[in-house]
């Protein structure tokens, strides 16, 4: 890795610098050849984004050099020693962009003799990426932005909507119906002191599950069985083949194990999860979770991305879509995240400024914009926030079948991935030629 010195503040009057993060892989470089630039996003940055992505096959194609770029507050780009609210502030999209123009600025001074830029990002960095090319075109010459959720939504019904759809489509609706009554049996113990007993034995809960009250307590329950179900459904098949991870259809088939009720199976997947993750236990605290997120020399996301989410972006994945929409019941209202926000990082933080956001963007109407391919896969949550149809010649639209979340962006193995992604990568290929 390298570092360079970047302004804390790109639009006041503050002139202190901090060191981020950068790497660059010139082994595919040619005279003259583009700067391919993957964008980081809300996690660390690693080699691998310069060397092991979809970005270096087509690298080798053009004669391009690589480079990524951390993004601020993550990993070892730290303006600050610490994740203070306070120091927070100068965590946004915009400074991020800025940064992002200052290093392509730094890197052409680097590669003289280097011709145009194409920015790369998958999910928020696939964002970054659009927004660059919109902000920045002087400096970005195209952008390939995949899964990119570009308009920001406060209350985020569609990601369960899509869920519901994904598990219907690829194993039938009675699995989704087999959720749908677990759920429903849940809900129902829930409500009396003999039924939370029996949840908390059933589910393995780190506490018990308190009747009543503590509707946080119920939140992090619902969230946590969910979260099986969002966490496979957004990456299916993405990796899932080549590391054993299970998919949509191995839930859906424990889900219709016979002579066990639809309870006892959602039992069964919540078991596959906490073994997979060597948990003894189902951490049902809200008040961990939320130490967990005020935990400030973390570094890996939780923290800043939450803080991206509470002031910014919203995203949140809400249960109070209609119930005829999503199986996981009604759990997780948005106040969980409003609250979650306020505890984390104080009482004046939060509800996001959506609006902003998309006034500043363009949301999922960037008019005006050119250059810009919005890659999208089937089976992804946030493709809902994305854009699915070409909105002119130059801002254009890829749907890929049979892909989940950033489907595109992992080299095409032979057997072990959709040829849907090939045909996907090649067509990016020849867009990138094209402009």
């Not at 503050?14 to 583009?34: A, D, I, L, S």
């Amino acid at each position: 890795p390298q570092f360079f010195n970047q302004k804390l503040d790109h639009f006041g009057w503050n002139k202190e610098t901090w060191r981020q993060k950068f790497y660059v892989n010139r082994t595919y470089y040619q005279f003259n050849g583009p700067i391919f630039f993957q964008v980081g996003g809300e996690g660390p940055i690693s080699s691998e984004d310069v060397t092991s992505l979809q970005m270096s096959v087509y690298a080798k194609q053009f004669g391009a050099a690589q480079v990524t770029l951390e993004h601020r507050f993550y990993g070892d780009s730290r303006p600050f020693s610490n994740l203070t609210t306070d120091n927070l502030k100068y965590l946004s999209s915009e400074q991020a962009l800025a940064d992002a123009a200052v290093f392509i600025h730094h890197m052409r001074q680097i590669l003289p003799d280097s011709k145009g830029v194409v920015a790369f990002g998958g999910s928020y960095p696939g964002a970054l990426a659009a927004w660059l090319r919109l902000k920045y075109p002087t400096l970005i010459d195209l952008s390939i932005a995949t899964s990119a959720p570009v308009l920001a939504v406060e209350d985020m019904v569609s990601y369960l909507e899509v869920v519901d759809k994904t598990i219907a489509q690829i194993s039938g609706q009675l699995c989704d119906n087999a959720i749908q009554n677990a759920t429903q049996t849940w809900q129902k113990m829930a409500l009396t002191a003999q039924g939370a007993q029996q949840l908390s034995s059933m589910f393995n809960t780190c506490e018990p599950m308190t009747v009543g009250s503590d509707w946080k307590q119920w939140a992090m329950f619902a969230s946590a069985l969910m979260g099986n179900w969002m966490g496979t459904v957004q990456y299916n098949r993405r990796r899932g083949h080549h590391i054993g991870i299970p998919t949509v259809s191995d839930l859906c088939n424990i889900m219709q194990t016979p002579r066990k009720t639809p309870l006892e199976n959602y039992v069964d997947v919540n078991n596959l999860f906490m073994k997979r993750s060597k948990q003894t236990c189902l951490s049902v605290n809200y008040d961990e979770m939320i130490e967990e997120l005020s935990d400030l020399t973390d570094f890996s996301g939780g923290r800043s991305w939450t803080y991206q989410t509470c002031t910014e972006f919203g995203y949140f994945q809400t249960t109070d879509g209609p119930s005829t929409a999503q199986p996981f019941g009604d759990y997780v209202p948005l106040k969980f995240y409003s609250q979650m926000c306020k505890d984390a990082f104080g009482a004046n933080v939060g509800p996001p400024a959506v609006d902003q956001t998309n006034v500043l963007y363009g949301g999922d109407k960037p008019l005006g914009a050119s250059k810009i391919l919005f890659v999208n896969c089937e089976w992804d949550e946030w493709a809902s926030l994305s854009i699915e149809k070409d909105l002119s010649p130059t801002l254009k639209a890829l749907v890929v079948r049979d892909g989940a979340h950033c489907c595109t962006m992992d080299p095409y193995q032979p057997g072990k991935m959709s040829p849907y992604i090939l045909q996907a990568q090649k067509q990016i290929s020849a867009q990138i030629a094209a402009w």
